[in-house]
């Protein structure tokens, strides 16, 4: 709390005490639903002419799902293209056995 929030309070009394506090709520407020837009919009990109009707609140809840299913997209991506890359640097490899995937009970050493 700075100098001036205990001048006010200490002139104000008690209702100028809650007023700023009240007022540093509603900003903290303010700034977290900014936040949580932001990363919403991230996520979701907002789609021209279209208007949700979701809350932010039931918005933010699908943020997890969202990121997890994009990480999902890009790693298998990613792991696409480095089998190509090993393919055709290495051609005389067997990579059959990594056709079948890896077994989901699988830990590593």
């Not at 809650?18 to 919009?41: H, Q, S, W, Y």
């Not at 809840?61 to 997209?73: N, S």
């Not at 293209?81 to 640097?89: N, V």
């Amino acid at each position: 709390m700075c100098c001036h929030s205990i001048t006010k309070i200490t002139r104000n009394g008690i209702n100028g005490a809650m007023f700023v506090t009240k007022e540093r709520k509603d900003k903290e407020l303010e700034d977290l639903e900014g936040a949580a837009r932001n990363l919403i919009d991230m996520v979701d990109p907002p789609q021209p002419d279209v208007i949700n009707t979701e809350s932010l609140v039931e918005r933010m809840r699908k943020v997890p799902i969202q990121m997890a299913g994009r990480e999902m997209g890009t790693s298998k991506y990613v792991a696409r293209r480095m089998l190509g890359l090993a393919r055709s640097w290495y051609p005389q490899l067997d990579f059959s056995p990594l056709e079948h995937g890896v077994p989901s009970d699988y830990t590593l050493p």
